[in-house]
Structure formats: C-alpha cells, structure tokens
C-alpha cells in the first residue's frame, strides 16, 4: 500500500466522526433556525426533587392529556397491553398556550403545530380525572446560578411557561419565563 492511498485512508478515518458528530447536531439546529414557537404551561412539582443544581425540571399540562381527545386507534394500541407508543399531539393556541387538541398514531397535516412524544399509560391522575400520560422530552432547563428559589416559588404556584420551537413534532425548549 503507498503513503497516497494510506493518507487517504487516514483522512477518512477523521472525517467519519465529524461527520456524525456534525448530522447529530442538524435536526436540533434546523429546528431552533426554522421552527415555530410554542409557549406550554408548566405544572407545580414537588420542590424538594425540582432542581438539582442550576437546572429546573419542568412538567407540562400537555404530558397529560384527557382521555376523550386521545383518538380510539391510539386506545386499541393501549389495550394490547403495549405502553411507549409513538404518537402525535396536535396542539392549538388557548389564551395564548398551546394545548393538545388530538393526539393520534398519524402524523397531523403540514402546516399544523404538533408535537411527537412517547404515550406510556392511561390512567387517573391527581385530580381522578382519566388522562393519557405523554412523554415529550422536555423536562430539563439550564437556569442562570442563584435564582433557583426564584424559580422554585414560581413553579410551586403554576406561574412558569415554557417557550419551545417545534419543527415535524421535534422540540427544543429555548427559555422559561414567569406570567
């Protein structure tokens, strides 16, 4: 083997990594340069377990969703005893809040605001309502040092909204902020 073919052979041994590396970071950035912001409600969750460190794990109104908008295929899917299906809600501004409407195993139409998430159950949740308990992967956010009982108090009282940007059901959560 030359030293041509062999240097070849060593560039392309440098170059799969960064290429990789590189594909990893193109759907969270296309997202962040090219997709639609959503603002969710945030709900109160126990304060001991909320932050550790300087980030803030946060629970959405949307990761549960009442049972009468989860479409009856998605139902089927539940009662053959399979959890972690993929599904598709659909969300639409209320008050300024995007709420789920639907969530279904078929990806909603383009032009419509939905997210993909990971449906585990459906059960009764604090208030004996019957929801479907969803999983976006949105649960962590990187707060500035030293505000963290700032933020503690607000998410005790429900008052944190959380700003994403979606793009095909991909998230990225871009900042909290107070009402």
Do not use: H
């Not at 989860?70 to 053959?80: C, F, L, Q, S, W």
């Amino acid at each position: 083997m030359n030293k041509q073919t062999r240097g070849k052979q060593l560039l392309l041994a440098c170059l799969v990594p960064v290429v990789i590396l590189l594909g990893m970071c193109f759907t969270p950035f296309y997202t962040l340069m090219t997709g639609k912001e959503i603002i969710l409600q945030t709900r109160p969750i126990d304060p001991t377990d909320l932050f550790r460190g300087d980030y803030v794990t946060l629970s959405y109104d949307a990761e549960e969703v009442p049972k009468e908008l989860v479409e009856e295929e998605v139902i089927n899917e539940m009662t053959d005893g399979r959890g972690g299906i993929k599904v598709y809600v659909t969300l639409k501004k209320k008050n300024g809040i995007d709420t789920p409407v639907k969530v279904s195993l078929v990806k909603p139409q383009s032009g419509v605001v939905y997210l993909k998430g990971t449906l585990d159950y459906i059960g009764d949740n604090r208030d004996q309502n019957e929801v479907a308990f969803i999983q976006y992967s949105l649960d962590k956010y990187f707060v500035e040092d030293n505000t963290g009982m700032d933020w503690e108090a607000a998410s005790v009282k429900g008052e944190i909204l959380a700003k994403a940007k979606v793009k095909n059901g991909y998230a990225i959560l871009t900042g909290i902020e107070k009402k």
